[in-house]
């Protein structure tokens, strides 16, 4: 589930790389709307299940994170 951190590295293509007040969700390529549907595919088979979960919590985690910037 670690490796669900690796997805971050798509920051690496933004610049600038670090921007505090930016909401990652739909700005990186990994973090797309199409990508989260990928990851949530990915909770179906029992093969893939915990790359899923991984993935998914790590997106649950930026969405929190989008939240408390707009407060």
Avoid at 14 to 38: D, K
Avoid at 44 to 63: E, F, Q
Wanted: glycine share 4%; charged share 10%.
């Amino acid at each position: 589930m670690i490796l669900g951190m690796l997805i971050d590295l798509d920051h690496l293509l933004a610049n600038p790389i670090f921007a505090p007040n930016r909401c990652s969700i739909n700005f990186h390529p990994l973090h797309s709307y199409y990508a989260i549907t990928v990851y949530l595919l990915l909770l179906i088979p029992r093969k893939t299940r915990l790359i899923g979960l991984g993935l998914v919590i790590h997106i649950l985690a930026d969405s929190v994170d989008c939240m408390l910037m707009q407060v």
